[in-house]
């Protein structure tokens, strides 16, 4: 299984951005799927997930409304569409991948792949 996200970048407060993750060795559509994020200094955050057979997206409440997960299961690809921006949100985002609904969602030690991860920077 690999997972390589992309879409990081710089830019403005009030801006936005569109990070993917793209997936492989497995049946995308039957894998829970989430995207998490580390600020320096600071812990690893669950931001959104959507868990296997629940069709379900669970949100961090830091990110409610501004964020919003989706999935092309054609593509083998989930999708953060963040807008818009602010500097808190810099950090390095990463996505993971487990086959089996992972309770509770932002736990991230339930994920059993994670990409590399795509810095994201907000000034």
Known sequence: VQLVESGGGSVQAGGSLNLACTASGYI????????FRRAPGKEREGIAATLAGSGIAYYADSVKGRFSI???????????????????????YYCAADDKAVAPWDWSEGYTF???????TVS
């Open 114 to 120: 994670r990409g590399q991860g795509t810095q994201v």
């Open 28 to 35: 995308f559509s039957a894998y829970s799927m989430a995207w």
């Open 70 to 92: 989706s999935h092309d299961n054609a593509k083998n690809t989930l999708y953060l569409q963040m807008s818009p921006l602010a500097p808190e949100d810099t950090a390095t």
